[in-house]
Nanobody, 127 residues
Framework: QVQLVESGGGLVQAGDSLRLSCAASGRTFSSYVMGWFRQAPGKEREFVATVSWSGGSTYYADSVKGRFTISRDNAKNTVYLQMNSLKPDDTAVYYC????????????????????WGQGTQVTVSS
């Protein structure tokens, strides 16, 4: 069992930056692909970014590419999401999630395939 706890959300203005953190329990953190997802009111939960087991590979949704950076520190059991140039459309609850897989297609997995989820952290971007 893995427990995930997000932090770092808040209210910012358009153009500002935020860094989200997700701390994981357990000693098997490095065996999980980690991802960030978000859900705005009235919308489906959507993929934001994912990072491979070692942190060497990352993939992003087109809507955040070039603005957001996902990273992980396996020594600290933590995954991060650095968000720059925030836009009002980025307003959502952000969730980190862990996926136990060894598939080469790990970066294609959607939210229904992830095994563990945090409680979410609210990010609000005002215009």
């Amino acid at each position: 069992q893995v427990q995930l706890v997000e932090s770092g959300g808040g209210l910012v203005q358009a153009g500002d930056s935020l860094r989200l953190s997700c701390a994981a329990s357990g000693r098997t953190f490095s065996s999980y692909v980690m991802g960030w997802f978000r859900q705005a009111p009235g919308k489906e939960r959507e993929f934001v970014a994912t990072v491979s087991w070692s942190g060497g590979s990352t993939y992003y949704a087109d809507s955040v590419k070039g603005r957001f950076t996902i990273s992980r520190d396996n020594a600290k059991n933590t995954v991060y999401l650095q968000m720059n140039s925030l836009k009002p459309d980025d307003t959502a609850v952000y969730y980190c999630a862990g996926l136990r897989t060894y598939e080469s297609t790990w970066y294609t997995k959607g939210p229904k395939e992830y095994d563990y989820w945090g409680q979410g952290t609210q990010v609000t971007v005002s215009s």
